[in-house]
């Protein structure tokens, strides 16, 4: 029974972040910081800028909050959360001392937080070390394993980039405790406001819009577009008060993508003819759900993205770290390989805490136990208004990566 109750907590919980496309937001307890003066006149002038809010390329579909909450209490999926301890790898400061022979390393640190290596700089992705993905310490998505890595062994970071402003990717304990050894927090258009509010001082801030940049030395960070949504309170429905993004990270010699959240959408396509190719993708994977198509992209089409932005090698990220879906916890990398049955592209599943050199990728190893899984025909995910937009894509050569 105890573990019945917690269940539900944490289903109900779950639901609440998901569901934003349906109740508005996600849930909060206080008003989060709102952008004013400056910071909402720059808004403004944003192409992604309309009627006080930011928007899509597409338009979301609205979910049934009905539908949403049936789901949710009558899912009787066993396995959308690990039994047993999943084999982290730990972590030293020390071992990142010396820099990779080729430039360039990539270690997983769960769920969407990457260390990333790069041409003699250190990016880290969506930072987010606390215990759950959620406003609440006592209720929420728990973490599957501990972080591989303590933010005390956690080397000098040259930027960090935040993609959208949900709990699973901007930690506020996580910014509080970064926010006085991290030079450059490199983020989406609004998002300044939270971490002022958290103390990040302003000159360490740098704020953009899709498909501007900044340069580091020679680090270029580009934000590009991405089909997701924001908003960190349900009392003041501030849905998309801030802008969400993926991101291009190039150095003189390498260059890598993260996606962010994002749902399928034809902008893959100009971000790889005017960013790609790219040596590495990190593509969102889990946390899908026919429920909200035009949110998460799901395995098989996270695999068609890939392509389109010409990726060399994909990761995938957003998966075994928290349970925000109904589907079981290992099904993502089953339907991704069984899309990539054919092994035409190459992926990396590293454990939670695993290095490894994108330009020299290591062997396939299934890390996570068998369990039962629903493939693509079962439980079908694509987004709306995609039809004629993904097959033209698909006879374009460029769709099958590479140069």
């Known amino acids: 029974m105890k573990l019945l109750t917690s269940r539900i907590k944490s289903m109900l919980i ?32 944003s192409p992604q800028w309309e009627d006080g809010k930011f928007r899509n390329e597409l338009d979301q579909t609205q979910g049934s909050l009905w539908e949403m909450i049936t789901a949710t209490f009558t899912n009787n999926a066993k396995h959308t959360a690990p039994t047993e301890s999943l084999p982290i790898v730990e972590r030293k400061k020390s071992e990142f001392d010396t820099p990779p022979e080729s430039g360039l390393r990539t270690t997983w640190l769960g769920h969407s937080t990457v260390l990333i ?19 609440f310490s006592f209720l929420g998505p728990k973490r599957f394993h501990e972080p591989p890595l303590s933010l005390n062994e956690l080397p000098s970071i040259d930027a960090v980039v935040i993609s959208h402003d949900h709990f699973d990717h901007l930690d506020e304990a996580t910014i509080k405790a970064l926010k006085n050894y991290i030079p450059k927090f ?28 900044i340069k580091l030395g020679e680090l270029t960070l580009t934000a590009t577009p991405a089909r997701h949504f924001s908003g960190r309170s349900l009392v003041n429905i501030n849905l998309n008060e801030t802008l969400w993004s993926g991101w291009s990270i190039a150095g003189p010699k390498h260059n890598v993508y993260y996606s962010g959240d994002t749902a399928m959408f034809p ?44 990726g060399k090698v994909m990761m995938p990220v957003h998966w075994a770290t928290f349970d925000l879906a109904m589907h079981n916890w290992t099904e993502p990398v089953e339907r991704l390989m069984n ?4 092994a035409q592209t190459t992926i990396v599943f590293p454990k939670p805490g695993e290095s490894f050199d994108p330009t020299n990728p290591p062997s ?9 899984w629903q493939n693509a025909e079962e439980a079908p995910l694509v987004s709306t208004g995609l039809d004629s937009e993904v097959a033209q894509l698909e006879n374009k050569e460029v769709f099958e990566g590479g140069e």
């Open 364 to 372: 396939m190893v299934k890390w996570w136990p068998e369990l039962p």
């Open 339 to 342: 899309a990539n049955k054919d």
């Open 267 to 310: 902008g893959f396509s100009e971000i790889g003819e005017r960013l790609g190719p790219f040596d590495l993708t990190m593509i969102e994977l889990g946390a899908y759900n026919a429920l909200w198509p035009d949110v998460h992209i799901g395995p098989e089409q996270a695999l068609q993205a890939h392509k389109i932005v010409r």
């Open 14 to 45: 779950t639901f609440i972040l998901l569901s934003a496309t349906a109740l508005g937001a996600v849930a909060y307890v206080k008003e989060p910081a709102k952008a004013t003066g400056d910071r909402l006149e720059r808004f403004k002038n």
């Open 186 to 213: 490199v983020v989406p258009l609004g998002i300044g406001a939270h971490l002022e509010e958290w103390g990040v001082d302003g000159s360490r801030i740098v704020e953009l819009d899709w498909w501007e940049d």
């Open 117 to 135: 290596e790069i041409d003699n700089y250190k990016v880290l992705t969506d930072p987010v070390w606390s215990e759950r993905a959620s406003p």
